[in-house]
C-alpha cells in the first residue's frame, strides 16, 4: 500500500474517478475548510458565481461560507441567514448573497423576496439547503456536499456544472 492510499490528501485536487468536472476533498478539520476557500476566493470567476452547499446540519456549510467570506474580504459579522433566509454581503469587489433555504417552504417567497432578482444579478451567490427550493434555483456552477466523517473530518464531492464551476476547481 502506497503513502497515498493511506493518507488522503488534506486538499484533494484531483477529479473523482470518472469525473473531469468533479473532485473528492478530504477536510482534515477547520483550517482545511479555509484553505479551500481562500483558494476559491483567489479565482476570479467567484466574482459572479453560484454555489450551492449540500449537506446534514451541522456539516460545515455556514462555517465554510464564513471562511470563503472573510477570504473575500468581508468585514463584520456572517452569520447563519436561517432565520431571514438571505444575508446580503459586501466584499471589496462585488456584492455577495448567503441563502439559507432550510425554513423555506412556500414559493410564493421566493417572487415576494425578490429573489430572482438577485439571483440576476452580478456578483456571488451562495446557498444552503438549495433542495428546499428545488425548480426556482439556477443550475449551480458549483456543487459542494459535504459529509462529516466518524472521525469529525469532512468529505467534501465537489461537482462543476458549468465553465465557470470547471474554473473554480481547477
Known sequence: MTDKQRHPPIVGTGPAPGRADAALLHWAGEQDTAAFAARLAARPAIANAYVELHGDLGAGKTT?????????????RVKSPTYTLVEPHETPAFPAWHFD????????????AGFRDV???????????PEKAAGLLPTPDLALHLAVQPDGSREVRAVAHSARGRELLA
Open 64 to 76: 465554510f461560507v464564513r471562511h470563503l467570506l472573510r477570504a473575500l474580504g468581508v468585514k463584520g
Open 101 to 112: 433555504f432550510y425554513r423555506f417552504d412556500d414559493p410564493r417567497e421566493w417572487e415576494d
Open 119 to 129: 439571483f440576476d444579478q452580478h456578483g456571488l451567490k451562495l446557498a444552503e439547503w
